[in-house]
């Protein structure tokens, strides 16, 4: 035993007990009960029966009241101290105790801890200032529990904070309305587990198990549809997000894309430029389909006159031959039957003629003797039988001899012409177009091209492209061939009277031993003979141009007419002789 200074919690049966004691005013730190103090009347008027009385210096096992024999009104709470006088309690007669002492001894005050188990029938008592919910219905009378005797124990840390005030008076919950309190050696199941001793004022008691219409099962349920339910939204957002994005990306908006866009002009053009060029000549500028037993080809021409001639390349009409047919087709795209007039192998140059159409554009001439190496030139023609192509470059070279055709092996119909060279685009198709300068004016008819993989030779013959080497006839040739064409039918070439050593290998034109039949190689009476020209003379100039070939000697002397006087210069024996000459005439082929 101590020496009573500290209070000890005892639990100890009641029965022949004339009344309970009141707990005394607690005021001590922690650990300290309330001491219970002999013949002081307890918080109701009838006391409840004891087996033996407490000794006065022993505490109460508990502050509250023993439970009434009669029930109480179902729906009045419990009184606390200080609230005016209460109910009567019924008494219950004597008898031994309920149930066996309690082995926990655990405190009245409070409900115990976490580390404790829950005594088999006593109730925890509410924190002070809990009001206790109304019973549903009264209790049966029930005998009375009696503390048993047990030892004493140390005292135990409440969760509850400690009573400090001597009127409010602790009772027991009997853990519902309707609920029976525990006979003698019966164990119930304790409701001190629901009990919330920090809710509401006036809320009732927590319920076994979860409350109504929140199990476990249906809450999963619920939940994973909720959740189903958002997934679901989430992928239908962010498929349309992604749609509206795509589409926002791809068109930049979501209304019509218009474009800026320049306003519509009138098609005006500068005289000079490539597409003035074209607009002027292009009214002018036919394709020929040419047929014949053998062959067939397509080249272009252009007009000369408002009767219907037009000009073009030898070449490009003689797979007609004499009895084939050719066929001429505008810009506009109208057609026409066209009539050979004349042609001439030597010049590559012939002209034709459409019947029955009116309103023709004559193409104007230039003078090709005006034009400089750089000029700018518009070429323009039907390659590959694209009709009304459109070319530019300049003027590369002018007096470039070249020879063009020879497919006979007879020399009949090989060409010489002292071209002017350009780098606009000229492929097989262009033969016959004109090439104009920049006032629309044709200053030479393109006729060759250098191939790349013949070296030489015309369109027909050749199957590369153009590698920026064309070539054409200057227009002051050709307009003086087209004219004989047209009056004549006919071309006449100028001549000197020689017959030259074509396997020369030296430098310069020589002229041979021996002419055709074994004739003399210059001929008798002709502007050679007349000049003093000699067999075995090597000429090496004309009009002070230098001449490395016989080809070249041709070419010079055709890029002239007949009558002209020419001066030339040639070595004789080592000597250097300058003569001068007038040009013969010649029939051509």
């Known amino acids: 035993m101590d020496d009573g200074r500290q209070a000890k919690w005892w639990s100890r049966p009641a029965t022949g007990r004339p009344g309970r004691d009141e707990p005394e005013n607690r005021a001590g730190g922690e650990g300290d009960a309330p001491s219970l103090r002999p013949d002081t009347p307890g918080p109701t008027d009838t006391t409840a029966p004891t087996d033996s009385p407490a000794p006065t210096d022993s505490p109460a096992p508990t502050d509250s009241p023993a439970p009434t024999d009669s029930p109480a009104p179902a729906n009045s709470p419990a009184p ?19 149930h066996e002492p309690d082995v926990y001894s655990t405190p009245p005050y409070g409900g115990p801890g976490p580390w404790a188990p829950a005594p088999p029938v006593q109730r925890p ?7 206790v919910p109304p019973q549903a219905a009264p209790l049966p009378p029930q005998p009375s ?5 047990a030892t004493p124990v140390p005292p135990q840390t409440s969760p509850v904070p400690p009573q400090t005030s001597p009127e409010q008076a602790p009772y027991v919950t009997t853990g519902g309305a309707g609920v029976p309190l525990a006979g003698p050696g019966e164990q119930r199941t304790s409701q001190w587990l629901q009990y919330d001793p920090w809710g509401a004022p006036g809320q009732p008691l927590t319920q076994v198990g979860p409350p109504a219409g929140t199990e476990p099962g249906s809450r999963k349920n619920r939940r994973g549809g909720a959740f189903a339910g958002m997934l679901l939204l989430a992928l239908v957002a962010s498929g349309i997000g992604g749609g509206v994005g795509a589409y926002v990306e791809r068109t930049g908006g979501l209304t019509t894309v218009e474009l800026p866009q320049a306003s519509h002009d009138n098609g005006d053009r500068a005289p000079e430029s490539v597409a003035g060029i074209a607009a002027s000549a292009l009214p002018s500028v036919v394709t020929l389909h040419v047929s014949g037993t053998a062959e067939s080809g397509t080249g272009t021409g252009f007009v000369l006159d408002a009767r219907g001639h037009i000009l073009t390349n030898n070449h490009v009409v003689a797979p007609a031959g004499s009895s084939g ?5 505008f810009s506009s795209g109208e057609t026409a039957a066209a009539e050979l007039v004349g042609k001439d192998s030597g010049y590559d140059l012939a002209v034709v003629r459409v019947k029955g159409v009116s309103g023709l554009k004559p193409l104007p001439l230039g003078n090709s003797d005006n034009v400089r190496v750089g000029d700018p030139v518009v070429a323009i023609g039907a390659p590959f039988d694209l009709s009304n192509t459109v070319t530019s470059g300049i003027i590369s070279a002018k007096q470039r001899p070249i020879t063009a055709g020879g497919e006979k092996g007879d020399g009949s ?3 010489y012409v002292d071209a002017l060279q350009t780098d606009a685009p000229i492929n097989p198709g262009n033969s016959g177009g004109p090439l104009v300068d920049t006032q629309a004016h044709v200053i030479g008819i393109n006729s060759a091209i250098r191939a790349a993989d013949s070296g030489k030779g015309t369109e027909r013959g050749g199957q590369s492209g153009s590698i920026g080497l064309g070539f054409a006839i200057p227009i002051n040739q050709g307009k003086r061939v087209a004219e004989e064409l047209i009056n004549t039918g006919k071309a006449t070439h100028p001549v000197i009277g020689v017959t030259l050593d074509m396997k020369f290998t030296g430098d310069g034109a020589k002229v041979g031993e021996k002419g055709p039949e074994d004739g003399p190689a210059v001929t008798k009476g002709g502007p050679a003979a007349k000049a003093g020209i000699r067999s075995g003379d ?3 100039e004309v009009q002070g141009q230098r001449v490395h070939s016989g080809e070249e000697l041709i070419v010079k002397i055709r890029a002239h007419r007949p009558g002209d006087r020419l001066e030339l210069r040639l070595t004789r024996g080592g000597e250097e002789r300058s003569v001068t000459l007038t040009l013969g005439s010649a029939s051509g082929t």
């Open 80 to 98: 606390l101290a200080g609230q005016g006088p209460q109910e009567p309690a019924l008494s219950r007669p004597a008898g031994p105790p309920l």
């Open 125 to 131: 008592t509410p924190a002070h200032g809990t009001p």
């Open 145 to 149: 529990p009696v503390l048993s005797q």
């Open 325 to 329: 047919d050719i066929t001429v087709t």
């Open 413 to 415: 119909d090989i060409s």
């Open 538 to 540: 090597v000429i090496t």
